[in-house]
């Protein structure tokens, strides 16, 4: 074998290594970068009453605590069902019940952060905002035509 010869060789194998490591890379990357977070309100919360909501990526389960357990869909809510995961600025919602001072003001003690992981559910003419205070703790603003309510759950 001539000096040439075995030179090509050794050039197309550094060659063939590199296409080898070249197509690895993109999946090296993907593994170093760090993934988004994961939702922190997915999981099952409870009432001291011991009502349950339990949220998934795509789906709300509310169980009453003397009641089967019903996922939240369009059936439920005349056609009009929708569910968003988000952060949410508090100061638009402590004002939201202009004719419920009580609820504002125990909103204003509670909301003492600009914003909060929220999982926002609308249904028929209402809806409920969930807003997680931290890891144990969450809030549910009900509204419905204009009247809210709050209840406070904890996490199971």
Do not use: H
């Amino acid at each position: 074998m001539t000096f040439l010869k075995m030179m090509a060789r050794k050039i197309i194998a550094q060659a063939r290594l590199l296409a080898a490591l070249g197509a690895l890379l993109p999946t090296a990357c993907a593994l170093l970068e760090p993934s988004p977070p994961a939702n922190p309100l997915i999981g099952s919360w409870a009432t001291a009453d011991r009502n349950r909501v339990t949220f998934s990526d795509s789906a709300v389960v509310v169980s009453p605590a003397d009641s089967k357990p019903t996922t939240m869909g369009a059936a439920d809510c005349n056609g009009r069902y929708k569910l968003l995961y988000g952060r949410m600025m508090t100061a638009a919602l402590e004002q939201s019940f202009p004719s419920q001072p009580d609820l504002q003001s125990k909103l204003k003690q509670l909301l003492v952060r600009p914003d909060y992981p929220v999982a926002d559910v609308t249904c028929d003419q209402g809806g409920t905002t969930y807003l997680m205070l931290d890891d144990r703790r969450m809030i549910a603003v009900y509204r419905d035509s204009g009247v809210g309510g709050l209840e406070t759950y904890s996490r199971l």
